[in-house]
Each structure stands twice: as C-alpha cells, then as structure tokens.
C-alpha cells in the first residue's frame, strides 16, 4: 500500500518536471506543421497530474496550473495558451467547455477588512470555482473565487467575473456579474 503510493507520487512529480520542463513549451495544437505532438505529450501527462482529466480534453502551450492536484478537467474541454489557474481551491471544469488564451482563474484572496492590520497578516481566503458544462470563455477573462458559471454560458472578452453567472447567460463587462447582452 505504501510502496503504491509512493511509486503514484513518484510519477505525478516526474509528470510536472516533464510537463513544466518541455510539454508547456511545445507548439500550440494548431501550429503549421500539424503534428499535435505538443497536444498529445500535455494530455498524456496532465492525466497523470490532475484530478480528472477528461477524454478528449486538451492544454495549450504556456498552461501554468502550479502542481494541478485541485483540478479537474471534463471530457472534450480545452484549456487555452498560456492560462494561468491559481491557488489552493479546486477548479472543476465541465464537458465541452472552451477558454480562449489568457484566461486567469483565481481561487484565492487576501483578506482586506482590518485598517489596522497590514494586508499581508490578514490572511486569506480559498473558495472553489466551478465551470459547468458547454461554456466558452472569451480572451483575457479573470475569473475570482467562489465563482459558478452555469451551463452554456458565454463570458466575453476582458470580462472580470466576480459572482455567479447562471446558466445560458452571455456576460462581459468589468463589474459584478458583468453586463448582459
């Protein structure tokens, strides 16, 4: 039980060297020569560091998600170029869900609320964010803690989503739930 445990440990660790130290620098999928050998090296290695990693998912070139243990990643989504998926909370992305590039997702926060303590020994907060299924999130979207998009939505481009969006909605703007179009 233990040697099992520790040989698992072993291979996520030489899955993130390997993932950090090449897969994340290969060529996008749609690159010129059309070889997908970047796509495919990612995928084989990113089932071996996340939670879930979905058949048919894909990450892009330049992915960072720090050691990947709280995501999880549903059948035939796709993680756009260079996306950064930060902190300690678990993210779970659902089925058929698309990000354009530079898409930030945050699941931690400092704690602000005192004047009189320094930001710094405020501590923080960690909340999940869930991403349901068949969602395509727009270029340069922020998505920040506790934050659930429902099915079939549609966030656009630079959008900052703060609260919730529900289901089929199509969102973008830079405050609270951004504006409906």
Same mark, same amino acid.
């Given at each position: 039980?233990?040697?099992?445990?520790?040989?698992?440990?072993?291979?996520?660790?030489?899955?993130?060297?390997?993932?950090?130290?090449?897969?994340?620098?290969?060529p996008a999928s749609y690159n010129p020569f059309?070889?997908?050998?970047?796509?495919?090296?990612?995928?084989?290695?990113?089932?071996?560091?996340?939670?879930?990693? #979905?058949?048919?998912?894909?990450?892009?070139? $330049? +992915?960072?998600? @720090?050691? &990947?243990?709280? %995501?999880?990643? /549903? =059948?035939?989504?796709?993680?756009?170029?260079?996306?950064?998926?930060?902190?300690?909370?678990?993210?779970?992305?659902?089925?058929?869900?698309?990000?354009?590039?530079?898409?930030?997702?945050?699941?931690?926060?400092?704690?602000?609320?005192?004047?009189?303590?320094?930001?710094?020994?405020?501590?923080?907060?960690?909340?999940?964010?869930?991403?349901?299924?068949?969602?395509?999130? #727009?270029?340069?979207?922020?998505?920040?803690? $506790? +934050?659930?998009? @429902?099915? &079939?939505?549609? %966030?656009?481009? /630079? =959008?900052?989503?703060?609260?919730?969006?529900?289901?089929?909605?199509?969102?973008?703007?830079?405050?609270?739930?951004?504006?409906?179009?």
């Amino acid at each position: 039980m233990r040697l099992t445990r520790y040989m698992s440990k072993c291979v996520r660790l030489l899955a993130l060297v390997l993932y950090y130290g090449c897969a994340r620098h290969l060529p996008a999928s749609y690159n010129p020569f059309g070889l997908g050998i970047g796509r495919r090296l990612r995928a084989a290695l990113c089932r071996r560091i996340f939670l879930r990693y #979905g058949r048919g998912a894909g990450v892009e070139r $330049g +992915v960072y998600f @720090g050691i &990947g243990n709280h %995501i999880a990643v /549903g =059948a035939y989504s796709g993680i756009g170029i260079d996306a950064r998926l930060h902190g300690p909370g678990n993210i779970t992305v659902g089925d058929h869900m698309m990000f354009a590039p530079d898409v930030v997702i945050v699941t931690g926060n400092h704690r602000f609320g005192d004047v009189g303590e320094p930001i710094q020994g405020q501590g923080g907060d960690v909340a999940p964010v869930v991403i349901e299924d068949d969602v395509w999130i #727009g270029i340069r979207v922020t998505i920040l803690p $506790g +934050v659930t998009i @429902g099915r &079939g939505s549609v %966030i656009g481009a /630079g =959008a900052v989503v703060t609260k919730d969006i529900p289901p089929f909605a199509i969102v973008g703007g830079c405050s609270g739930q951004g504006h409906r179009l």
